[in-house]
């Protein structure tokens, strides 16, 4: 099926919302911050909205956000990503499967369209590539799992990372990524705090006092830390909505966009694609990459809660791989 005006309107819906994610996180401290110094000195009453106590604090401070919350969060997301990947193992290849992996990358990247990226290999056992984007120029990281897999299959995957960088959906994902790490971060905690339980359970406590001793009660009680986790979720909510959105309608949404390119190009491609997206679904070795780099990646490799927070859904990658086998064009 080609991309038609829903599809395209999803990918807009869910960038919008994307970027919105920044703004909801810098207006937390900002419109705060000009509330206060409203009272304190006084701001000029913004044009149009009267004299309507504490409305041009909340404008100034919400156009503050605007500004300072995308900025920050594009200056962040290439330096975020280049010392995520620095930390990664690397993958030791001797010279010559490096140079033929840089000239693979570079044919395919020609064939593509684009000027090829630097290549960074590092040994781990998800078959897995990722692709980021941004002033810091753009990088291609590839596992040696990957590396591995039948010469059809690893150029098709490789494709669709080049597809990515083409698009300029890196770009753009890299720019939103240290915004929506914040998010996931937060309602990652809230939901710990949520899910919490005492460690020590009834048997225990039986067992503690037959023997005479009893230790301090939890200082904390289990419904505190819910209580608690409920309010930390209650205030992520307006960040964590739109980031939702996003990663449902414009990651997921991306990346099946990438398929439909790569199948584009021949029968071969498309096979390739459809058995790396398989592989890399069903292999194990997926906890040795990086969260971070998820949301750049060929396939998702979050776990359950990550999932979860991100309100992703598991079967991402099996309707990928149903379309690319489906034959039918997509």
Known sequence: MNS???????????ALALATVPVVIAAVPFVPLAWLVDAVVGLETVPGLGAVPGVGA????VLAAAVVGPATSIALGPILVD????RLPAADLDDRPAAFIDSRVDAIAESVGIDPPPVTA????????AVADGYRGPRLVVSTRL?????????AALRHALVRLRTREAAFT??????????????????????RRSDRSPADRRVNRIHGYEPDRERIPAPAYAAAGLV??????PAWVPAVVGDRLFVAGR???????????????????ANAVGFADEAAGAADWPPLLDRLSLVSMADDETGRVRGTSRQEARIRLARLRSKRTL
């Not at 010392?83 to 620095?86: D, F, K, P, S, T």
């Not at 590092?122 to 590539?129: F, G, P, T």
Request: charged content about 25%; overall charge negative; glycine content about 8%.
């Open 232 to 237: 930390v979720w209650l205030v992520a909510l």
């Open 83 to 86: 010392r995520r990947i620095e």
């Open 122 to 129: 590092v040994r781990a056992e998800a078959a897995n590539v």
């Open 4 to 14: 038609g005006p829903i599809e395209r309107g999803s990918t807009v819906v869910g």
């Open 255 to 273: 990346r099946r966009a990438a398929d439909a390119a790569v199948a584009r190009v021949g029968e071969a491609e498309r096979d390739g694609l």
């Open 147 to 155: 590396l591995s897999l039948p010469a059809a299959d690893r150029d």
């Open 174 to 195: 890299t720019a939103v990524l240290p915004a929506l790490v914040v998010v996931e971060w937060v309602t990652l905690f809230a939901t710990l705090l949520v899910g």
């Open 58 to 61: 909340v404008v100034v401070g």
